[in-house]
């Protein structure tokens, strides 16, 4: 391919991610625009959960508590977009974002029964971060371990500390377990996909 041919491909490569991430953000902000009642028959709720309504483990992270919390969960999709996508090809960034949803679906159902509901899309960016770490080796050795050991450190410090000044709102508790079982369903499937080729 010539390097106007490969300039172009790259610039429609560009536009088609944009275009990937509008439609996200927008798929985000539809069921905050349906109001509660969207929002309460989807979030995770234990009681629902064990009542046979499968559907919240993965749905719940659509759904946001309000305006605030939205525009924080896409402003750290965006981040992690802006950085990292071309880093896989998107059906390899749908798997580490399917892996994370159910392994924080799963991990508060199974592991954490004091946790009643939740909702959000802060567990799965956290899967999509260590798979970001993973995929990012291949372009960016060193930036990779520092965005892993980034991630790593705010895990840490979740567990030790609590969450992060500035996320906590009296109205809406961080779920910080969330974090890391979404980061560790994202690094498993990260891993088990191996050197995935870039999207360009």
Known sequence: MTEAGLAKFRG???????????????????PALAG???????????GAVAAGQWWRLLTC???????????LNLAGLGLLWWLFVADARPRDWLAVAL?????VGGGLYVLDPQVAWYLGLSGVLHGVWA????FARRRWPLEALVTGALLAAKLVAERWVGPLAGAVDAALPVVVAAH?????????AALALGRPRASL
């Open 12 to 30: 429609a490569a560009r536009r088609h991610r944009l275009a990937a991430l509008l439609g996200v953000a927008a798929l985000l902000a539809l």
């Open 99 to 103: 892996a994370a949803a159910l392994a």
């Open 61 to 71: 992270h659509l759904v946001h508590f309000d305006a605030r919390h939205l525009v």
């Open 131 to 134: 798979g970001a770490a993973v």
């Open 180 to 188: 890391l079982y979404g980061a560790i369903g994202g690094l498993a």
């Open 36 to 46: 509660p009642p969207v929002v309460a028959a989807l979030r995770y709720e234990r």
